[in-house]
Structures are given as C-alpha cells and as structure tokens.
C-alpha cells in the first residue's frame, strides 16, 4: 500500500513551528532577566555575627573598578569583609571600593556622607558619622541603591559606571545641606585577628579643592595589598559655598589643599531652591589625570537616572551573554 503524502499540511505544521519558535526565542531574548537579582543575598551574617557571604549591595558594572556601596561598620573588620552586615542597623559612609566574598578585608576608597547639621571642626575630628536606617526605605537592584538615613532624613541613591560612583542626595526642604569627604575611613586598625600579619596604615594623601565644583586627591594606603594607590575626581552638581579641611584635629582654615594620614573634609551647598545635589567620583589607581579622564569618558552628563538605565542595560547584556 503506497502512502500519499500530504505537502501542504506539513509545510502547514512546519510553518507554524517555526512561528512559536521564532516567539518563544524573542521572549527570551527581550526578557529582563535582572529582575530576578538581590543584590542583599550573601550581605547576612548568622547569629554568632559570623558565615557571612561578604557581599555588598550597592551599585556597580560588570567587571568594574567602582562598587559604590554602604558600610555599615566605622572602620570594616573581617566578617563581613564587604563592609555591609544587613544585621546591623546603622550606615557610617558610603564608599566606592568593596571587595566580594573574601575571607579578607580591604578597600574602602573615598567616603562620602550626606548631612543636614553644620559640621564642626570637633564632629570632623572624630571620624564617627554614623547615621541609622531601616530595611523598609532601602532597596537595591544592579546597577542601583537607595536607603533612606533615618537622622538627617537624606535619601541617598547610588549607580555606578565602570570606573565612576554616582550618587544622588535628596535633602529635606530648608535643613542645612553638607556632605563629608573621608579619605582616612577604612579597614579596622586596631588589634585584630590579621593585625599580626599585615599593617593596615594609610601612608600618605592629599585633598584639593579645584574650584566651586571639584575636589580631587588621592592616598596611598597599605594593606592585605601593599602600597595601594588610590586617585579621584569628585565633580558636584551645584557650587560648594563653604568648605573645612582637616587632618585629624589639625584645620587649615581657609585653605584649598591639605596634605596629612587623616584627611577629612565637610562641604557645604545652598539651601536656596534645588534639594537634590549629584555627585560623580572617579577613581585611578594610576594618577589624578586618570581620574579626570575616566569622569569625563564615563559620566559628561547630570542625568542620574541614565546612569542607571545604562547600568541596567549592561547587566541584562552580560546575563544574555552579548555584553
């Protein structure tokens, strides 16, 4: 018995194959699949305040130099060697280098933190600006941060580029606006399980006023990696209007530049009018030249929320692997 095929209804069938699956691989490739990311999964550490993941949940790109995230110890010890325990309750800076679920801690670069009280030579000095928050105003996804600091009420939002940290603060109405630069925040110092077998010591830096919008330095710090060279550019979205440097206890008075081990600065903005302010940072680890040209490659523009669409973007490319 001879079988009569049928062409039209296979070439049917076969068309309609294709069709579903020509639907199903657009819906794959066009699904966001960073949806799906907690940048908190690994930063808990257990009831002994050990077996932590040691990751941070701020933002950063893939492979980047940056990771702009919050450090919620004054100076980080070893668990959690990211810098953020979801534990714990209080935020003392926000900084832009973190090391990734290490047994080992370092890093740490360039410090900021957002305030709304006038920042005394005698606050400066101490080193502790600590301010509390809750898990209910923080979130996080790559490529983007917010939390809410409970005491000067400033919404901080954070994204990143490869070699850059933006930052944008939403201050309260009519509070003073001002935000520290630390460059002497860093890992722990004292006596401590690794104390023995490396000195952790800044060595030296440099914090420079550039104009009414820009602060640059560097310091050279030693650690689980020896010598380290760190250098930035700091451009602000509006003028700095006032400004107090110090090394430890030691102020310059009105002077652009201080060279010391413990640099710290406060700089103030005008509470007239705008109470968002943005900040980019760039970081070098080869000179101040490298800094301004990583900002000015990296981040030309004001517009926070590009940022972090363009982090976003690049996120979903490397999980669909055509990054």
Not at 44 to 73: H, I, K
Not at 187 to 213: E, K, M, N, P
Not at 273 to 294: C, E, F, P
Request: glycine content about 8%; charged content about 20%.
């Amino acid at each position: 018995m001879r079988i009569q095929l049928q062409p039209y209804r296979y070439m049917k069938q076969t068309t309609l194959l294709l069709a579903l699956w020509s639907t199903l691989l657009l819906q794959a490739t066009t699904t966001d699949y960073t949806q799906y990311v907690n940048p908190f999964i690994g930063t808990q550490t257990d009831a002994t305040g050990a077996l932590s993941g040691s990751t941070f949940p701020g933002a950063t790109m893939p492979q980047g130099m940056v990771q702009v995230s919050p450090d919620t110890e004054q100076m980080v010890t070893w668990d959690p060697c990211s810098g953020y325990d979801y534990n714990r309750d209080s935020i003392y800076a926000i900084s832009h280098t973190h090391l990734s679920g290490t047994g080992c801690t370092d890093l740490f670069d360039v410090s900021l933190m957002p305030v709304t009280w006038n920042v005394t030579p005698e606050y400066l000095a101490t080193g502790n600006f600590g301010q509390t928050f809750s898990h209910e105003q923080e979130a996080a996804r790559p490529g983007y941060y917010m939390v809410v600091l409970r005491e000067s009420g400033v919404k901080a939002e954070l994204s990143a580029t490869t070699r850059t940290g933006i930052h944008r603060y939403t201050f309260p109405q009519g509070k003073p606006q001002q935000v520290i630069l630390d460059l002497d925040h860093s890992t722990f110092r004292g006596q401590a399980y690794y104390s023995g077998r490396r000195s952790y010591d800044i060595i030296q830096a440099q914090l420079r006023l550039v104009d009414d919008h820009t602060v640059e330095g560097y310091r050279v710090i030693t650690g689980w990696a020896k010598l380290r060279k760190v250098y930035f550019r700091a451009e602000f979205s509006r003028p700095i209007t006032r400004h107090l440097l110090m090394d430890g206890t030691r102020t310059v008075g009105d002077a652009t530049v201080i060279n010391g081990r413990t640099l710290r600065c406060a700089l103030s903005f005008d509470t007239a009018g705008d109470s968002q302010l943005t900040v980019k940072v760039a970081l070098s680890a080869v000179d101040i030249d490298g800094a301004r040209r990583n900002l000015a490659a990296e981040a030309p523009g004001w517009d926070f929320d590009q940022y972090v669409r363009q982090a976003r973007r690049v996120a979903a490319a490397v999980v669909m692997h055509r990054y």
